[in-house]
C-alpha cells in the first residue's frame, strides 16, 4: 500500500518538470507556496504550446488548408480532454473562456439577464470570491434581483442548516464554490445541489480551488454549472472553462457576438451558431487551450484521487506544524478531509503583508491581502490575511520552511 502510493506520487520526480522550481530566490531555492493563485507550469505543457507555435499554427475554423485544419483537430481534442477530465457526457459541454471570472459573468450576462426577473432570488453563499459575487451584485443593482447569503459557520464550514429556511419558490439560482480559497473549506456540492434543484432552482459551482485538486464528475454531481481556471491546474493564462447542462447552454442567449459564433449573418440580422460556438466569439486562445489539454494529461496520469490524498497530507501536515507556533491563528476547518489545499492564517502583531515581504526574503512565496473575498473577511472581522497553498510539487520540508520562515519573522518584527 505504502510503496503503491510512492510508486504513483513521487514529488521528486514531478518537480523535475517544473522548470520554475528550480529557481532561487534572494538567494534561497524557491519555496512556492501560491498555487491557489496560479500554479507552476510542467515542461510538458510548455513543450505542447512551443510546438504548435512552431510548427502547425494557424487560426482555428479559418482556413481550408492544413494548418489550419491540425490546429483546429488539436484544439477540438483539447476540448474532449476536457470533457473527459470532469466527465461531461459530450466535448459540445465544454465551452472555452478566459478563466472562471469570465465564465461566471458569461453566467450573469447570458442566463442571469435572461432568465431572472425583479423579486427573483439568488443564493450564494459569505464565503465567495469576488468572481462569484460582484457579477450577481451588478446583476441585482440593474435587475431588481434579490441575493441571500448562506452564512459561514464558526468552524469555517458553509452552514447549511439554513437551507430549508432560504430555499424558498422565488430562488432561481444558487451558486457557490465547491472549495474557499480563503479558508480551504470543502463543500460537498449534492448537499447543496439535490435541495436547490428540488425548488426548481438552477445550481453554478465555482470549481476553482477544486477541480485542480480533487476528482471532478459534473455528471454525477448534476450540478448546472461548473467553471474553473486553467491557469490554476498547470495550464497556462488566458484559459479557462465553462462547463453546462445542453438544455440550458442552447436556451441561453451569447454573451459577446462577432465572428466564430453566428451561422449567418445579413444586414438586417444573424443567427446563432450551436454550442459550443456560440459562446466563444473571436479568435479562440486556442494554443492555450491545446495547453491546458496537456495539463489535464499531465494530471490524469498522475490521477487526481492520488493528487488528493497527496494535499490533504500536506494540509494535514501544515495543520499540525502551524498550529504549534505561538501567536499564529489559522482559519478554517481543522479537519484536513474537509479542507482543500489553502491554508490561511495571522499572526498576532504582524501585518501579513509585513510578513509576506519578510517570507519573501527566505525565497518563500505565500499570498497576502484579502485575497478577492472582502465579504468573508468582513465576516472573519479581519482585513487581511496571509495564506500558504499546496500542489502537487509540495513536500513537507516547504511547510517546514514556512514555519521557521514565520518564527524568523516573528524574531525580526517583535524585537
Ligand atoms: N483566486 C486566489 O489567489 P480567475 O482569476 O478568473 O482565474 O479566478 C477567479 C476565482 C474564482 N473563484 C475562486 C474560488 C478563486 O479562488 C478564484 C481565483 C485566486 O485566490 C486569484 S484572486
Excluded at 458553509?158 to 473549506?185: C, I, M, Q, Y
Excluded at 465572428?259 to 449567418?264: L, P, R, V
Excluded at 492555450?288 to 494535514?316: C, K, N, P, S
Amino acid at each position: 500500500m505504502v510503496m503503491e502510493k510512492v510508486m504513483t506520487f513521487d514529488v521528486e520526480r514531478i518537480r523535475e518538470d517544473f522548470p520554475a522550481l528550480k529557481s532561487m530566490m534572494h538567494g534561497k531555492p524557491l519555496v512556492y507556496l501560491d498555487s491557489a493563485a496560479s500554479s507552476q507550469k510542467p515542461e510538458q505543457v510548455i513543450a505542447a504550446m512551443d510546438q504548435v507555435y512552431r510548427t502547425v499554427y494557424a487560426n482555428v475554423h479559418r482556413g481550408v488548408y492544413t494548418n489550419s485544419e491540425v490546429s483546429t483537430e488539436l484544439y477540438d481534442q483539447a476540448r474532449a480532454k476536457i470533457a473527459h477530465f470532469i466527465n461531461a457526457s459530450t466535448p459540445e459541454q465544454v465551452i472555452f473562456v478566459r478563466n472562471a471570472t469570465e465564465a461566471l459573468n458569461l453566467l450573469a450576462y447570458s442566463y442571469g439577464r435572461h432568465f431572472l426577473k425583479e423579486g427573483d432570488e439568488v443564493v450564494l453563499t459569505q464565503l465567495e470570491h469576488h468572481a462569484n459575487f460582484v457579477p450577481w451584485l451588478v446583476l441585482a443593482q440593474e435587475r431588481g434581483v434579490k441575493l441571500k447569503y448562506i452564512p459561514l459557520a464558526s468552524d469555517g464550514t458553509l452552514d447549511l442548516s439554513t437551507l430549508p429556511e432560504l430555499l424558498t419558490p422565488r430562488v432561481k439560482l444558487v451558486t457557490f464554490a465547491h472549495v474557499s480559497n480563503v479558508l480551504g473549506t470543502i463543500t460537498d456540492p449534492r448537499l447543496i445541489i439535490e435541495p436547490a434543484h428540488a425548488i426548481g432552482a438552477r445550481v453554478i459551482v465555482d470549481g476553482c480551488q477544486a477541480a485542480p485538486h480533487m476528482p471532478v464528475d459534473v455528471q454525477e454531481l448534476d450540478c448546472d454549472f461548473y467553471a474553473f481556471s486553467g491557469h490554476k491546474m498547470l495550464g497556462p493564462t488566458g484559459i479557462g472553462v465553462l462547463y453546462g447542462k445542453p438544455e440550458l447552454l442552447d436556451a441561453m442567449p451569447p454573451f459577446l457576438t462577432g465572428g466564430d459564433m453566428i451561422n449567418s449573418v445579413s444586414m438586417e440580422g444573424a443567427t446563432w451558431a450551436d454550442v459550443p460556438a456560440k459562446f466563444e466569439a473571436g479568435t479562440p486562445a486556442f494554443v492555450q487551450a491545446i495547453g491546458l489539454g496537456a495539463a489535464v494529461d499531465y494530471l490524469t496520469a498522475l490521477r487526481m484521487d492520488a493528487v488528493r490524498e497527496h494535499e490533504r497530507e500536506l494540509v494535514r501536515y501544515g495543520l499540525e506544524r502551524l498550529s504549534e507556533l505561538s501567536g499564529l491563528t489559522l482559519l478554517g476547518p481543522t479537519d484536513p478531509s474537509i479542507r482543500g489545499g489553502a491554508l490561511s492564517f495571522t499572526v498576532k502583531g504582524i501585518h501579513p503583508h509585513d510578513l509576506g515581504t519578510l517570507l519573501d526574503r527566505e525565497g518563500i512565496a505565500v499570498r497576502t491581502g484579502h485575497h478577492c473575498a472582502q465579504p468573508l473577511h468582513t465576516c472573519l472581522g479581519l482585513t487581511a490575511t496571509a495564506r500558504a497553498s499546496f500542489y502537487i510539487y509540495n513536500e513537507p520540508r516547504e511547510v517546514d520552511a514556512l514555519a521557521e520562515g514565520i518564527e524568523k519573522a516573528k524574531r525580526v518584527l517583535h524585537k
